[in-house]
Structure formats: structure tokens, C-alpha cells
């Protein structure tokens, strides 16, 4: 079983920054593929940014050249570094967790962080 936990959220205004981070518990953390999500009011969840196991990256168009994803495999961690941020970041932002070992796929979720952008 591997846990997440998120941390980093909060209010921040228009144009501000936010660090977001996703401790993850186990030892599967290096050969797993990592995501952060959100879901805004109303909405379905979207994919905002993922990061292989070998630390090829992807964004959604609308978050490019703005967020960064990246992982520190000594500290079990993701971060989602947030910058230039608009209001229609605002959501609950989560972190997952996935990886295939002997053809059984895992997929574990942390319990979410709130980021407001709001003046």
C-alpha cells in the first residue's frame, strides 16, 4: 500500500506562485509514474501535469510554460511548482501515484490540496 500526502496549497493571489508537494510512502516511489490532477467545482477531474519513472514530463496546454513538475527520488517526493498563477487554477489539486509490477497495475490517490487564486 502506498500513501500520498499533499501539501503547499493556499490562497495566493493572481500572478503569485505556489510550491505544491506529494510525500509518498513505500518503496515503489522510484519506479512509479506520478501526477498531479485537479477538479474544479462542477468539473471533472483533469490530468494538469505527469512524470515517468525516468523523469519525462507532460503538461496540459493550458498550465505549459506556467507549472513545473518534478520529483526528488531520495525524498519520495513530486513537486508541482505553480507560477504566473489565474483564477482558473483554482481547484482542489491531487496527487497520484501509478506503476505496473508483473502485469498488476497500482494506482493510488493522496486526499487532495485546496489552491484559491483570488485577489
Known amino acids: 500500500q502506498v500513501q500520498l500526502v499533499e501539501s503547499g496549497g493556499g490562497l495566493v493571489q493572481p500572478g503569485g506562485s505556489l510550491r505544491l508537494s506529494c510525500a509518498a510512502s513505500?518503496?515503489?516511489?522510484?519506479?512509479?509514474?506520478m501526477h498531479w490532477y485537479r477538479q474544479a467545482p462542477g468539473k471533472q477531474r483533469e490530468l494538469v501535469a505527469h512524470?515517468?519513472?525516468?523523469?519525462?514530463?507532460n503538461y496540459a496546454d493550458s498550465v505549459k510554460g506556467r507549472f513545473t513538475i518534478s520529483r526528488d527520488n531520495t525524498k519520495n517526493t513530486v513537486y508541482l511548482q505553480m507560477n504566473s498563477l489565474k483564477p482558473e487554477d483554482t481547484a482542489v489539486y491531487y496527487c497520484n501515484s501509478q506503476r505496473i509490477t508483473i502485469g498488476t497495475r497500482y494506482d493510488y490517490w493522496g486526499q487532495g490540496t485546496q489552491v484559491t487564486v483570488s485577489s
Open positions: 513505500g518503496r515503489f516511489f522510484s519506479i512509479s509514474d
Open positions: 512524470i515517468t519513472s525516468g523523469g519525462s514530463t
